[in-house]
């Protein structure tokens, strides 16, 4: 009997009040709400990938009914690598925030047709636009990949290679290799805004970013702690974000970047890698400034 009267209880009745303030409504519907009409094998293959499966196309059907041929390596990956099939149902984005929904009208050798089942939709940024320079050239291994990777899925609106004294390159054949990786990384989070991987540009040419920016942040040793020195409007358009190489920027560097409109930020008491300071910067100034446009 016990085990009847848990059964009938509404799902997630014991957790706390708070937490169920932090689930959708839709968390609490019980199973008998669900439909009980068996899916097809095109809503099986599209739930298991926890939505329907998206991919880039420069051109986009405006209005429903049109429809637009996309080739190559998105080809490729829905009909190789996902097999998907004709009528199966899939989105496009232009990585400027246009998506469309439809489906799979034909497949051949070298391509496929998509039909829009509605109109093209325009979704603008939200929230500050972070753009990110990091002295990222002299990261080994996948170091520099992990970094790429990550600004991309936390919504970094751009990426700048940063050129200074401690790090002076970075080889043009890895630009190549992150841009690619930025490209998957968005793919996969599923942004509609495709992260921009800027030229590497000199330290000089900093300043003068500096100079023209309202918001800029510095990261870098024994500086005031970031959340403590954070005093903007989440109401900006845009920011920079600085983070400067292994065994930080000089001394020099420091003064000048200041005197030209920077604020310097402190990342915790430890000497963190490039990456791991460029991600926590980014990461907690994102969920800042989200938690200021919902007061």
């Known amino acids: 009997m016990r085990a ?3 059964a009938s209880r509404p799902l997630f009745s014991d ?10 409504p839709s968390s609490f519907k019980t199973f008998a709400s669900v439909s009980s009409s068996p899916p097809s094998d095109s809503d099986l293959r599209n739930q298991s990938r926890g939505g329907l499966p998206r991919f880039f196309s420069d051109d986009l059907p405006s209005r429903q009914g049109g429809s637009v ?17 004709q009528e199966d149902r899939v989105e496009l984005f232009n990585g400027k925030g246009g998506l469309v929904e439809g489906c799979i009208q034909s497949i051949d050798k070298t391509g496929v047709d998509f039909i829009a089942h509605e109109d093209q939709k325009v979704i603008l940024p939200q929230g500050i636009q972070w753009q990110v320079f990091a002295a990222f050239g002299t990261l080994k291994g996948g170091r520099a990949d992990w970094l790429i990777e990550k600004c991309t899925e936390l919504g970094a609106s751009s990426v700048t290679p940063l050129l200074t004294e401690r790090s002076s390159i970075i080889s043009k054949n890895r630009v190549d290799r992150l841009e690619r990786v930025s490209f998957a990384a968005a793919k996969q989070c599923q942004r509609l805004h495709q992260m921009v991987l800027n030229p590497p540009i000199k330290f000089v040419t900093l300043l003068d970013h500096i100079f023209k920016s309202k918001l800029c942040l510095v990261a870098t040793a024994e500086a005031t702690p970031l959340l403590n020195a954070v005093n903007f409007s989440a109401k900006e358009s ?3 974000l600085i983070v400067g190489p292994e065994g930080d920027f000089t001394k020099k560097e420091v003064e000048m970047m200041l005197e030209a409109g920077g604020t310097a930020v402190g990342l915790g008491p430890h000497r963190l890698r490039v990456e791991t300071a460029t991600i926590a910067l980014l990461a907690t100034l994102v969920m800042w400034s989200d938690s200021q446009e919902m007061i």
């Open 69 to 85: 041929r996309v080739q190559g390596s998105e080809f490729w990956h829905m009909a190789k690598v996902l097999r998907l099939k």
């Open 15 to 24: 957790l706390p009040i708070l937490v169920r303030s932090w689930l959708p």
């Open 238 to 240: 845009s920011g920079l």
């Open 4 to 6: 009847i009267a848990a």
